[in-house]
């Protein structure tokens, strides 16, 4: 009885740890920009990249759309979008002379992800 209940406890400890790494959701999009863009200290120029933001380590990337390589990254946080329709919105502010990204929200998505360090007027 011993060695079942061993077993089970065995059984039920590897399902979690196997389970755990499902949890984690990078959300992804890819959205052309008509203008040059800050993220995180980094100026990406106009054009059309991939931005994932991952849940876990609460992090937006950009990531150029053809080499996959990662151009910007930044931390960023979740907020619950306002009532109105739920399409696509990329909020620039002005930083200097440049725009820096502020948040942006998927279509379809109930959240925004607000940049850390964003001078955004709410």
């Known amino acids: 009885m011993k060695k079942i209940t061993t077993h089970v406890a065995t059984a039920l400890l590897l399902c979690v740890i196997?389970?755990?790494?499902?949890?984690?959701?990078?959300?992804?999009?890819?959205?052309?920009?008509?203008?040059?863009?800050?993220?995180?200290?980094?100026?990406?120029?106009?054009?059309?990249?991939?931005?994932?933001?991952?849940?876990?380590k609460n992090e937006l990337t950009v990531t150029d759309r053809k080499t996959k390589e990662v151009l910007a990254r930044s931390e960023?946080?979740?907020?619950?979008?306002?009532?109105?329709p739920l399409t696509m919105h990329l909020e620039l502010v002005e930083s200097g002379s440049s725009k820096t990204l502020a948040s942006i929200a998927f279509s379809g998505e109930k959240q925004s992800y607000v940049l850390a360090g964003s001078t955004a007027a709410r």
Do not use: C, L, M, W
């Open 18 to 56: 196997a389970v755990s790494p499902v949890f984690a959701k990078v959300k992804s999009r890819t959205i052309t920009v008509g203008q040059d863009f800050a993220v995180g200290g980094t100026v990406v120029k106009a054009g059309t990249y991939r931005f994932n933001f991952d849940d876990q």
């Open 76 to 84: 960023a946080r979740v907020e619950t979008r306002k009532a109105g």
